[in-house]
């Protein structure tokens, strides 16, 4: 055994005995990072090691970037263009984490002069319409192997607040209105970033759910909801996932920031849900030191680009000699850090810098998920796929001679090659609007050599008109640019509804193809046979495009939000700052249209393909505390292609008339007939009462229906169940 691995089993027994530690200046201690044994005995005998200098280094971390000359430098050794560093302990064997955004792919700070270029995935909420864990896992997998090759080893990613706000300006980051859908999406997203032995974060914890008055809006939704809308999610994810960090909010929820909560942070996440890792703050989202650290926050991020700095060492330092935090809080709080450092690979298996990244695999895993997240909203007489052969195409707006757009904001990647479109407004924070260079124009004439397309970029609408008049086709590009700390209207704007209506008056085989952030309202819906909703797509956004539009690739993609029709369908129509009622409570996106019977413009899991999908021979039996459905699906078109089986419940005195009980995405060729078998949790059939936590069943008949939509319903059968109680750490066997 090494006399580090010594002086290690030494101190553990000293401290086990109630002994003072060892003292800190054995040789050969940095071996004690080796030391054998689970993650949380190796982050425990670590502690035991450390100075307080050396706990309280744990507990800071710096903004990765210079920030405005003059304010703020980053550390030296933190990686250029970063959102976070926190310094390593060397003579111990702990390395610096290195911390990136890497929701969508390795982000670059806006303030950095220089953009490190990375590859895109689509949107997060594009990959939630994939519906499919498969490819949030690849997705992960790959952000997390450019991050390691750029030495990163702490991702900033697995974004899960629900869409309560559909004009929320981070919507495209997050992955939905449903928290078993957002759950499963993001529980995979960030499973798929740790696969390369690095610590994935959930965030923003909790009811981040809107960009308006972030830093001091209060969420007010009564804990049941809560526990059954926004906190499923997290727990979800948390549960398939196991990120090692959780990163709390901006806002405040019932009354207090997010990051001195102990509700959410002690009851909910470690009480109820024993959560092991720990919990760092969003950048600046601290205003306290004793009331955050006893609340349960473990580390403040992002020391420079704001000016908090509440875990400064002194100011730890102070609280502990004032009484304010005891010793053991310290411990506790640096112990988690390591817990997740040790059980994720950073300490085992450290990153260093400078790898190749093959670029071209990368972006086939990013062109794969935007082709699987493209929902075919509309297709009134099988307008599309564009027929092959010859034949007079327009493609009209949205820069689609140049590339696909991006959402904004700290989840920016850059990407190899230029921007395609620089110069829109806004050009620094929360810009730049960027745009990859990936034409769906370019990609339409590569697969119909044959047709004549031409392009209008949209400015004049009356040549837009005459170019659409004088085509079979016209298509129009339509976008709406979306960023953190912002919420935008629920439109398209500048003036593109009337540039598609006069489009569709000049030619009626008019297709429009979206790129938002998240639903937006269509005034126009009517007079347009063919709507297709392609989300940002990503760093090959315009080959996925094209390959839909052509038929290449069956579109497979479900609509993870509901679209709703017109702003006062929503439960708060105006955007709110300050407390923040939610009057919806747990009945979140299509569960509250459907208890108010309002239409959607489309809803919740809608999509189309070009080819058919049948279910039959529905059977639901028991499984456990929950249920399992079986369903026949059939193609019965001509086209090989995707199907999202969607299974709904409905339970009694339920906040809404539906809830998502479980879904399957299954390939099959024409002809095919698959077995699905789809798994129903059963906290999706309970109910959380603030007065008896947990997940009550109250006895009475279930209805299980299996689905096309939350709108399209087929086949359903009635269960009884008897009553049941789960308690509030009921947890899935897995
Ligand atoms: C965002 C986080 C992000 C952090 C670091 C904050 O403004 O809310 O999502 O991870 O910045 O860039």
Redesign the pocket.
Known sequence: MSAGKVALRAAAVALACGAPPLAAQEPAEVQAADAPGSADERAASMVVLMTLEEKLTLLKGY?GTDFTPGRFEAPEDARYGS??YVPGIPRLGIPPQW?A?A?IGV?T?GGAAEKRARTALPSGLAVAASWSPEIAYAGGAMIGAEARADGFNVL?AG?VNLMREPRNG?NF?YAGEDPLLAGIIAGAAIAGVQSNGIVS?I??FAV?DQETD?NNGNALVDEGALRMSDLLAFEIAIERGDPGAV?C??NRVGGLYSCENPFLLEKVLREDWDYPGYVMS????VHSTAASANAGLDQE??FG?QRADWFEAVKLEAALAAGEIAEERIDLMAARVLRSMFAHGLIDNPVTEGRSIDFGANRAVSQRAAEAGIVLLKNDGDLLPLAGGGGRIAVIGGHADKGVLSGG???QVYPDGTNAVPGIEPTTWPGPVVYYPSAPLDELRQLLPEAMIEFADGSDPAAAARLAAASDIAIVFGTQWAS??IDVPLALGEGQDALIEAVAAANRNTVVVLQTGGPVLMPWSGSIPAIVEAWYPGRAGGAAIARALTGEVNPSGHLPATFPASLDQLPHPELRRGDLEYPEGAAVGYKWFDARGHAPLFPFGHGLSYTEFTFDHLAVAREGDGLVALVDVHNTGKRAGADVVQVYVSGPGWEAPRRLGGFARVQLEPGETERVEIHIDPRLLGTWYAGRPGWTHAAGAYTVTVAHSSRELGESLLVELPPMHLPPDWKPAR
């Open positions: 903004f959102a976070g911390q955004d929701g982000a700070q900033l974004s981070r980051e974060t965030k923003h981040n972030r990163m909010a901006y969003d950048w600046g989202a991020s992002g680009l904001g700290s989840s953190e700390s």
